[in-house]
């Protein structure tokens, strides 16, 4: 008897069972807190192997992890690339394998690439909700890429802001945003008057520098700083780092990957799992920074959602 083969999930599929990420908010809240509860939580999660391609400008992530209060397991492998010619590439692509935990066998192939803007973005509303100001008015997404439009969504979904700005490197991108999104959005021409006045911000960008400067931002705004994954890339400045109360995904991700943290020397406050176990205070009357560089167990969590409701459906 030979074994069955695994499905594939395409990513007409995965938006189809995942068209909301707030769907994904219950089961990422409790992955993030599991996270933070070390080997307790059950979440089993090394930092991720990063493999540069050096010729081609790209990387190569390899992201395993295994959820026990999900009985879950999953590897993604996820590639991004900083300065692709072809612009109808996307800059990141991603695959998630999904086995069955009790004996290995991979269970199902999904597209990686909605579950990564998705999950992202409903992780970035959590730390928002937790940290963002009482009655914040504006938000101020930097970035007019994959990522600033799951932001847009699930941010628009769930809280309610007067206004939306957006600023991108090249205007046109913004205001293609400004045009494709479901409400009013102000595009603004540089990103200082994007985030002038701002209560919460959103970087996702691929940039290497910062673009965001501390002496912009309102006192008591919340900025979720999505880019800048590697060690030597920025998008916030060493003032921002220092002068706001840093919340994090990973501790020991940081400490690798992140060239905001690394090289700004600013101290980590909590991970966003502490916060939202009740071991750490959300302090949302200060200035604080959510440095979000993504972990497996969240593909792992949507990966499931995903598969469990594909299955129901099949
Ligand atoms: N924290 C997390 O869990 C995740 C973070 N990311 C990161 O989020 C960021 C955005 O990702 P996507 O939206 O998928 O990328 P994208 O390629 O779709 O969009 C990137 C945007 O950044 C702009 N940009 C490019 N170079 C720039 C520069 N030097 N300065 C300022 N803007 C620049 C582009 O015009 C574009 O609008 C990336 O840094 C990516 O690595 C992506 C996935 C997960
Ligand atoms: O978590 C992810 O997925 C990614 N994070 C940083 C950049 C590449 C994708």
Not at 30 to 52: C, D, E, H, K, W
Not at 85 to 92: C, I, R, T, Y
Not at 127 to 135: G, N
Request: glycine residues 8%.
């Amino acid at each position: 008897m030979g074994s069955t083969p695994p499905v594939f999930i395409g990513a007409e599929e995965v938006e189809k069972h995942l068209h909301r990420a707030s769907l994904l908010l219950p089961a990422l809240e409790a992955a993030l807190a599991n996270f933070s509860a070390g080997a307790a939580g059950g979440v089993v999660q090394p930092v991720r192997t990063v493999l540069p391609v050096p010729r081609h400008g790209g990387y190569l992530g390899v992201m395993p992890a295994y959820s026990a209060a999900d009985d879950a397991l999953t590897t993604k492998l996820v590639t991004f690339y900083e300065h692709l010619k072809d612009s109808s590439v996307p800059s990141h692509q991603a695959t998630v394998l999904l086995f069955d935990p009790s004996n290995g066998t991979l269970k199902a192939v999904l597209d990686g690439s909605v579950i990564t803007a998705k999950r992202t973005a409903a992780v970035s509303a959590i730390a928002t909700k937790l940290l963002m100001p009482a009655f914040a008015e504006v938000l101020c997404i930097l970035g007019a890429g994959v990522q600033a439009y799951s932001h847009y969504d699930i941010f628009t979904e769930l809280f309610t802001f007067k206004e939306v700005r957006i600023w991108n490197r090249t205007k046109e991108r913004a205001v293609k945003f400004a045009s494709c999104v479901s409400g009013p959005v102000r595009v603004c021409s540089s990103a200082q008057e994007a985030v002038t006045g701002a209560d919460v911000i959103v970087t996702a960008t691929m940039a290497t520098a910062p673009i965001l400067s501390g002496d912009w931002v309102k006192p008591g705004a919340h900025i979720n700083a999505v880019g800048a994954s590697r060690p030597d890339w920025r998008e916030l400045d060493d003032e921002l780092m220092k002068n706001s109360v840093l919340f994090v995904d990973s501790r020991d991700a940081a400490l690798t990957e992140s060239g905001d943290v690394i090289l700004s020397g600013a101290e980590i406050f909590a991970e966003l799992g502490e916060v939202l176990k009740g071991t750490k205070p959300a302090l949302p009357e200060k200035t604080t920074v959510f440095k979000s560089l993504g972990m497996a167990v969240e593909d792992t969590v949507a990966a499931k959602f995903v598969y469990d409701a594909w299955s129901a459906g099949n």
